[in-house]
């Protein structure tokens, strides 16, 4: 994307750059981002569900990432104060027994995001880690449950506090087969269905719908769509724009919510 486009990257570019506006126009204080763990911090010998990141500084990129994608390593501000509301104090907060870290290292799953919307680096991030690569996942319902304790969190930090909430994840997608990149999705019914998911804003009938079997059949990393689940359970209402952009990596999900 920094030379010559491809040509069934462009509608992708052109999302980013929608994205990066309107992230600008809404000149956010903190970003929260719900994104998934991929075997960085986390392995099979410590793999927790849901995990804040609480920290004054936030670094990326893994060493693995540097070489083989050429992404940069990375420090960016941490908001501590949010994290610990998110989190509890002296018990943790609101039925979730979240883990946390005070010395979150995010990986591409962040930083190409942020790359894209907000090269600068500048706006404090409250990582939260989501496994949604290595069963037992949390439930569908849980990363719902997860979007409104985010939005009350927020809502009972500060009036004056503004945030924006960024998920990244897949729609239908299948890695290290023959379709992996095939320039096709590997489920399209998947797509539409968990695009206009997005649309209604019915956050529990889309929890109902995504359970493991239904994912499992639309790609070994589909599960990432619960990201968004807690994205739109967040924000508890439709998406004002909401498409999965086809490309070689499948469909490309974006969906966008005017904070008007």
Do not use: K
Not at 50 to 74: C, K, M, W, Y
Not at 173 to 194: C, H, I, M, N, V
């Amino acid at each position: 994307m920094q030379e010559e486009i491809p040509e069934d990257l462009v509608e992708v570019h052109a999302g980013f750059e929608r994205v990066t506006r309107s992230l600008a126009d809404a000149d956010p204080d903190v970003i929260v981002m719900v994104a998934s763990d991929h075997f960085h911090q986390y392995s099979h010998a410590v793999m927790p569900a849901l995990t804040v990141g609480s920290a004054d500084v936030i670094e990326g990129t893994h060493p693995n990432e540097v070489r083989s994608f050429g992404l940069p390593e990375v420090r960016m501000p941490g908001h501590r104060a949010l994290a610990s509301a998110m989190i509890g104090r002296e018990n943790l907060a609101g039925g979730f027994d979240f883990t946390f870290s005070n010395r979150p290292v995010v990986d591409h799953a962040y930083v190409v995001p942020l790359l894209y919307t907000r090269p600068e680096l500048d706006i404090p991030v409250v990582p939260i880690h989501t496994n949604t690569n290595a069963p037992p996942l949390p439930a569908a319902s849980r990363f719902v449950a997860l979007g409104r304790h985010i939005a009350q969190a927020v809502g009972g930090f500060g009036p004056d506090l503004r945030v924006a909430i960024i998920a990244s994840g897949h729609l239908a997608y299948e890695l290290g087969t023959p379709t992996q990149f095939s320039g096709r999705s590997t489920d399209p019914t998947f797509d539409e269905t968990a695009v206009a998911a997005m649309r209604s804003g019915d956050v529990e009938s889309a929890a109902r719908w995504a359970t493991f079997e239904r994912m499992t059949a639309a790609g070994n990393l589909s599960f990432q769509y619960l990201n968004f689940l807690t994205l739109a359970a967040a924000m508890g209402r439709p998406a004002t724009r909401a498409v999965g952009i086809e490309c070689r990596f499948g469909a490309e999900p974006f969906f966008e919510w005017d904070p008007s």
